[in-house]
């Protein structure tokens, strides 16, 4: 059975800075990806940044976030800098695996991030 744990989250002032880590465990199979995504109050989740080979990011953290990945260790890290009140959610990590014609998405249980003076 696949799990991923999140940690990292915290409260941080505006401008600062915050690292998210996950690690996966679980299946003898790599994940085709791993990233990010964050849910904020009364929004709707949305990708924050993706590694496949290629990385994917919002264009809202462009610049600011960076997303690592250690496919041995099936790792995946997001480096926050310049954090914005507006970054505050819950920071989910995400593993995908596919089948032949399906897709399997895991999800750690979500990290707080709160930016605020």
């Known amino acids: 059975q696949v799990r991923l744990v999140e940690s990292g989250g915290g409260l941080v002032q505006p401008g600062g800075s915050l690292r998210l880590s996950c690690a996966a465990s679980?299946?003898?199979?790599?994940?085709?990806?791993m990233g990010w995504y964050r849910q904020a109050p009364g929004k709707q989740r949305e990708l924050v940044a993706s590694?496949?080979?290629?990385?994917n990011y919002a264009d809202s953290v462009k610049g600011r976030f960076t997303i690592s990945r250690d496919n041995a260790k099936n790792t995946v890290n997001l480096q926050m800098n310049s954090l914005k009140p507006e970054d505050t959610a819950v920071y989910y990590c995400?593993?995908?695996?596919?089948?032949?014609?399906?897709?399997?998405?895991?999800w750690g249980q979500g990290t707080q991030v709160t930016v605020s003076s």
């Open positions: 995400n593993a995908v695996r596919y089948g032949t014609s399906t897709r399997n998405d895991y």
């Open positions: 590694s496949s080979g290629t990385t």
């Open positions: 679980g299946g003898i199979f790599s994940f085709n990806a």
